[in-house]
């Protein structure tokens, strides 16, 4: 049974920086796609980042290109979201996601790719 747990969420003012984390357990593949996706009030779930287990191979939404980066420990079975600059648009709901990845294919941002979700983490930035 997969689980991902998210923590690191918080309240921070514009400008500022948070850390998420996704714990992840119970794989069974060998490599995965793990994403980031969030969702504010009365807004549609959207795909914030993601990186494929197996190489490293990253993907972002447009909106936060060079402000967040996502990276994977192996070793802790852990992905992190560096959320930094952050504006009042960044404030969700943010959850963890994976899919199995066994072939390398490039990972994507459409919810209906992912088949395990965290109970996500609540981020707020303030103006």
């Known amino acids: 049974q997969v689980q991902l747990v998210e923590s690191g969420g918080g309240s921070v003012q514009a400008g500022g920086s948070l850390r998420l984390s996704c714990a992840a357990s119970g794989f069974t593949y060998s490599s995965y796609c793990i994403s980031w996706f969030r969702q504010a009030p009365g807004k549609e779930r959207e795909g914030v980042a993601g990186?494929?287990?197996?190489?490293?191979?990253?993907w972002y939404r447009d909106s936060v290109k060079g402000r967040f980066t996502i990276s994977q420990d192996n070793a802790k079975n852990t992905v992190y979201l560096q959320m930094n600059s952050l504006k009042s648009e960044d404030t969700a709901m943010y959850y963890c996601a994976a899919h199995g990845n066994l072939f390398g294919w490039q990972c994507g941002s459409a919810r209906t790719e992912y088949n395990y979700w965290g109970q996500g983490t609540q981020v707020t930035v303030s103006s």
């Open positions: 990186i494929y287990t197996g190489g490293g191979r990253t």
